[in-house]
């Protein structure tokens, strides 16, 4: 498997260490926005289940509309160039907010950025090799991803250990930003994405065969159960885990994706796809039962957190390649875009009902609810 990650196409390395370098940067912020909003804004769990949630759907909403777009025009370079520059000049910003409603504008505007480039990112990814390797090619993608969420928090770990302040830690957030786009500018788009010739316009779903369509119902109902990953950190800090802690805590999850989303998503080249993603909705299932039950911060919480990160390797690649086995040749950035619509949009009323079960009813309650929705999806799944 090592020499076919090395021989994989240029256009997926530089994808993946876009991504990398991105979420270098995303990341350092992400397992501190929670304890911003609680020790600076004075914010509660069901305002930052409100900011997620909108902005995730915000980003859906964009994936479906540039998915439809790199169908239309074959090109995919200028939005994964637009949407990683406007992240990075709006990450830093969030230095100089004061309130809660500011803060949610600037994640509106990086959920903005993500929407714009994510789409055209994978259907750029999967016309970049054959459908023999395309679990291979997210897999790696994910992995570098991944990386990027291992680096970020130990930065910000770090940071935080040097009692370097929260707002000057979002400052520096703008150096890796700057990175990045300089990595973007320098893709090049595949000629199959290119010269491909295109289909009438059409962002609807009757060109899609049936098998999506039913896949799109069964991400729907785990996303539903599938909250913002703040919620996991705001909990690690209730049960006792440091604040200094928490950033390595996300570190050691993103690290444990990093090391087996290659080889999952690639074994899905082999086993199937279907049959991974159900193990992955399994895992997620067992994992906040396990939340549920938790009490206190430990050896355990650790485990628990580092399973979640087995998760994430068996599905976040697995779940794209899927998508480009299903999608009919043409129609892959609609394709994506549906998919990305559905998992995001969902995450409103995820966010928003899990805050509100967190805080008015009980974690346990919240927890219990997630599980929920992610073993009767593995169940329809199947």
Not at 201 to 227: C, E, H, I, Q
């Amino acid at each position: 498997m090592f020499k076919a990650v090395l021989g994989l196409p240029r256009t997926v390395w530089l994808i993946g260490l876009i991504s990398l370098v991105n979420d270098s940067a995303s990341e350092m912020l992400y397992p501190l926005i929670p304890l911003y909003l609680s020790s600076v804004l004075m914010a509660d769990p069901r305002v930052l289940g409100i900011i997620e949630g909108i902005a995730e759907a915000t980003a859906s909403l964009l994936k479906l509309f540039s998915g439809v777009i790199v169908d239309r025009t074959r090109r995919t370079k200028p939005w994964i160039v637009f949407g990683y520059g406007l992240a990075g000049l709006g990450r830093p910003l969030i230095a100089f907010v004061s309130s809660w409603p500011w803060l949610l504008v600037i994640r509106f505007t990086d959920r903005v950025s993500k929407g714009l480039r994510s789409s055209p990112r994978d259907a750029l990814l999967a016309a970049s090799v054959g459908s023999d390797q395309r679990g291979l090619a997210f897999g790696l993608h994910r992995a570098m991803d991944n990386a990027g969420a291992v680096i970020g928090p130990i930065l910000a770990s770090l940071l935080l250990a040097s009692q370097v302040p929260l707002k000057d830690i979002f400052l520096w957030s703008a150096i890796p930003g700057a990175v990045c786009l300089i990595i973007a500018f320098s893709i090049r788009e595949s000629h199959t994405v290119v010269e491909h010739q295109s289909k009438a316009f059409d962002w609807r779903l009757g060109d899609m065969p049936p098998v999506f369509k039913r896949y799109l119902v069964v991400v729907a109902l785990f996303t539903l159960g599938n909250s913002s990953n703040m919620f996991l950190l705001l909990r690690a800090n209730e049960l006792g885990v440091p604040e200094v802690q928490i950033p390595l805590l996300w570190a050691a999850v993103s690290a444990v994706a990093m090391l087996f989303s290659t080889p999952l998503s690639a074994l899905s080249d082999h086993v199937g796809r279907v049959r991974l993603l159900v193990c992955g909705y399994m895992a997620y299932g067992v994992f906040y039962a396990g939340m549920c039950m938790i009490t206190h911060s430990g050896v355990l919480l650790f485990l628990l957190f580092a399973f979640y990160g087995l998760f994430m390797a068996a599905t976040e690649g697995v779940e794209k390649a899927l998508v480009a086995d299903l999608a009919p040749e043409g129609l892959r950035g609609t394709a994506f875009g549906w998919f990305n619509l559905t998992a995001g949009l969902l995450l409103l009323p995820a966010s928003i009902v899990f805050g509100w079960l967190y805080e008015v009813v009980s974690p346990f309650a919240a927890f219990s609810f997630s599980s929920g929705c992610a073993l009767l999806a593995a169940v329809l799944l199947w």
